[in-house]
């Protein structure tokens, strides 16, 4: 397994999409140790909550660090302790520093959703969904202290589906990544596999997500409203007011240019499109086919349109 050639592995991921990696990683080589995010307070209730990665590295008996920043001193210690020759990241969610960079003598490996230089960034999933993107993928890469700037060691792409939200399409590439990356770990450590740079000129950027980035704005396209309905499927959710009170928006398509007089009217004006709510955008009609009113759970659009006082 070439597992000689690296006696010690530290991993660094914190979410669901790390998972694959770690667990396929942990099969194949020893692992010194985990660094993941620190609890976080979730749900109503705001109670602790581990990292997806915590829970899989103490099932599989890892030493863990969750450090707040990784130049804490304390943190840095324990990297050093556990002197690992390679480190691989999947969705850390924190930069690294020359200093861990430079440490294993492998570098940094890191596990990418995207086709680099396409959507270096923290939310490459959904980027590659809002812009109609047909195709996303894989890349394994060798950190530099850039965001997501260094060279690259291997690529796979796969299409994008026409349903695809970043929930389905994260699960693909989370797979795909760890396969990925057991493919290309032996070739790279003997050095037959040499880091290639990345073409500058074609780099585009998926920056971090914010809460009010789900508010749809429906002077825009109905196509374009859709793909944003399902990149930001789980997080952080498409949204309009209805009644003064947020009305989340779970699965919507498009429908270009019905044959109708309501396509006339102002974007924005809710109306009904076989027995369905919808929305006039700047073009088309966005049909809500699935919703969750304020305080509720998700229902069908239909049965939310049956209760809906006040939509036309």
């Not at 949204?239 to 974007?267: D, E, M, V, Y």
Request: positive net charge; glycine residues 8%.
């Amino acid at each position: 397994m070439n597992s000689h050639l690296v006696p010690s592995i530290v991993f660094m991921g914190s979410p669901e999409f790390a998972l694959p990696t770690l667990r396929v990683l942990a099969g194949h080589y020893p692992i010194a140790g985990v660094v993941t995010q620190p609890d976080r307070p979730k749900g109503r209730g705001q109670s602790l909550t581990p990292p997806p990665v915590k829970e899989l590295a103490q099932e599989l008996g890892l030493p863990i660090i969750q450090p707040r920043r990784l130049r804490e001193p304390e943190a840095m210690q324990q990297l050093r302790a556990w002197q690992p020759d390679l480190i691989v990241v999947t969705a850390f969610g924190q930069i690294l520093k020359p200093e861990v960079l430079d440490l294993p003598r492998f570098g940094c490996i890191n596990v990418h959703a995207s086709l680099l230089p396409r959507w270096r960034g923290a939310a490459p999933i959904q980027a590659a969904i809002l812009q109609g993107d047909e195709q996303t993928g894989v890349t394994i890469m060798r950190m530099d202290p850039g965001v997501d700037t260094g060279p690259t060691l291997n690529q796979r792409a796969i299409p994008i589906l026409t349903d695809d939200t970043a929930t389905s399409l994260s699960e693909r590439l989370a797979a795909l990544g760890a396969e990925l990356l057991i493919e290309t770990l032996p070739s790279y450590l003997t050095g037959e596999r040499v880091p290639r740079p990345q073409d500058e000129t074609s780099a585009t950027y998926a920056p971090m997500l914010k809460k009010e980035d789900g508010m749809l704005d429906f002077t825009q396209p109905a196509a374009s409203l859709a793909r944003r309905v399902r990149a930001y499927n789980p997080w952080p959710g498409a949204f309009t007011l209805w009644h003064g009170q947020i009305l989340k928006i779970c699965r919507a398509r498009p429908i270009p240019n019905p044959q109708s007089s309501i396509t006339k009217l102002t974007p924005g004006i809710p109306v009904v499109h076989q027995s369905l709510p919808a929305f006039n955008t700047g073009d088309g009609l966005l049909v809500l086919d699935e919703v969750q009113p304020a305080g509720k759970k998700p229902m069908p659009g239909k049965v939310f349109l049956s209760g809906a006082r006040g939509w036309p």
